[in-house]
């Protein structure tokens, strides 16, 4: 929380909701200062900014309002999920799906080595909504709590304790339509 009254939280999200709005450059340079007190903590918090942007960028207007503003503070901590079991972080070979019912996407499948899985608020999920390749894949934004949503066990590591790491399962987790963040098949480019 205090990292977050510091400005940590939306490095270079826009301002527009509560980012610092400072260029890439100007956060490589904040991260790579803060990881010579503490690597582990220091990459989390450029996994949240990551989200956070993320948002900011490619998110609805609606989207945008909702998120930013708390994850900016750090009331709400992100994760963003794209490494898998069998496919690594190749996100044109991604194996979770997201199938398309009405309203909502029933999204089965893992990830895994997920920084902050189980103790993060918001989810940040490449999957696969479309064909094989790269234009199959969207990005949907995963609240904690959702049904179908669970968390592997914590995994044991030699460093990096100050943030936990955990596989994100997915068993028919359903995730509204205005959850996607950009455009449906967007994921790649995101």
Request: contains cysteine; negative net charge; charged residues 20%.
């Amino acid at each position: 929380k205090k990292a977050a009254e510091l400005g940590f939280g939306a490095v270079y999200t826009s301002e527009d909701y509560g980012g610092t709005g400072l260029s890439r450059l100007d956060a490589s340079i904040i991260f790579e200062a803060l990881s010579t007190g503490c690597v582990s903590t220091s990459a989390y918090l450029t996994i949240h900014n990551m989200v956070t942007w993320m948002i900011d960028t490619y998110g609805s207007e609606e989207q945008r309002a909702k998120w930013v503003p708390i994850m900016a503070t750090m009331e709400k901590l992100g994760s963003y999920c794209l490494t898998e079991p069998g496919s690594g972080s190749d996100s044109a070979s991604l194996s979770t799906i997201a199938r398309r019912e009405g309203n909502k996407f029933i999204l089965n499948g893992s990830k895994a080595f997920i920084s902050g899985g189980g103790d993060t608020d918001v989810y940040l999920v490449m999957c696969r909504t479309g064909g094989a390749g790269p234009k199959g894949i969207s990005c949907l934004l995963v609240e904690k709590g959702m049904p179908g949503l669970s968390f592997g066990k914590k995994e044991n590591k030699m460093g990096w304790n100050s943030q936990p790491t955990r596989a994100v399962i997915f068993e028919d987790c359903e995730v509204p339509v205005e959850n996607v963040i950009g455009k449906e098949g967007q994921g790649f480019n995101i």
